[in-house]
């Protein structure tokens, strides 16, 4: 996981459209892993603290980009919806 991200989320929806509906043509939709599945991911917001397991975590980026040689990309000309159904966050420390 790149730019200082520990952890990454997927909304419950998107994590069972990749499950049962995505097409195979999706560049990262076959390698992509989420640590934790949540509910309603797209309230979540960019700095918010959310409780998972009890460990806090600290929500860095919301979604992800897509790469221009994703097949399903250039079939569709749009973003699916694992573009924006993820985060990535870090591990909240205490001092």
């Known amino acids: 996981m790149g ?10 929806a998107v994590e069972g459209w990749l499950r049962n509906e995505a097409p195979d043509d999706g ?8 640590d934790f599945t949540v509910d309603n991911l797209r309230s979540f917001e960019e700095g ?16 992800k980009r897509c790469f221009d040689e994703c097949n399903l990309l250039k079939r569709t000309g ?18």
């Not at 730019?3 to 419950?12: L, N, W």
């Not at 918010?48 to 979604?63: F, L, N, Q």
């Open 3 to 12: 730019a200082g991200y520990e952890v990454s989320f997927i909304d419950k």
């Open 48 to 63: 918010e603290t959310v409780a998972i397991y009890g460990e806090r975590y600290i929500i860095i980026k919301k979604g």
């Open 78 to 95: 749009q973003p699916c919806p694992l573009a924006s159904g993820v985060a990535f966050g870090k591990k909240e420390r205490w001092i």
């Open 27 to 34: 560049l990262c939709l076959k390698r992509f892993r989420a």
